[in-house]
């Protein structure tokens, strides 16, 4: 089983800057991929931002230019910089896993950024 834990949300004004992260524990050997997603107030969940076992990554439209996701060494911890945010950037962001067909989900943590 693999767990996650979030953490680096909070209270932001809009032009700031936020580093989220997300650290993987437990059966973590079969991960071929992490990354975020997010959900504002109201509406549908979507995709942040991705990044495979092999460095790959891909972005959602609305946060290209401003976020970037990378990780550490191990391949364990995954980090979303957030730049230049927007109030349109609040919302609940969960980091996820993919073990094989499997996707596992963090607990999320808020993101709220002021006008």
């Known amino acids: 089983q693999v767990q996650l834990v979030e953490s680096g949300g909070g209270l932001v004004q809009a032009g700031g800057s936020l580093r989220l992260s997300c650290a993987a524990s437990?059966?973590?050997?079969?991960?071929?991929?992490m990354g975020w997603y997010r959900q504002p107030p109201g509406k549908q969940r979507e995709l942040v931002a991705a990044i495979t076992r092999g460095g790959s990554t891909n972005y959602g439209d609305s946060v290209k230019g401003r976020f970037t996701i990378s990780r550490d060494n191990a391949k364990t911890t995954v980090y979303l910089q957030m730049n230049s945010l927007k109030p349109e950037d609040t919302a609940d962001y969960y980091c996820?896993?993919?073990?094989?067909?499997?996707?596992?989900w963090g607990q999320g943590t808020q993101v709220t950024v002021s006008s």
């Open positions: 996820t896993a993919l073990d094989g067909p499997q996707m596992h």
């Open positions: 437990g059966s973590i050997f079969g991960i071929n991929a």
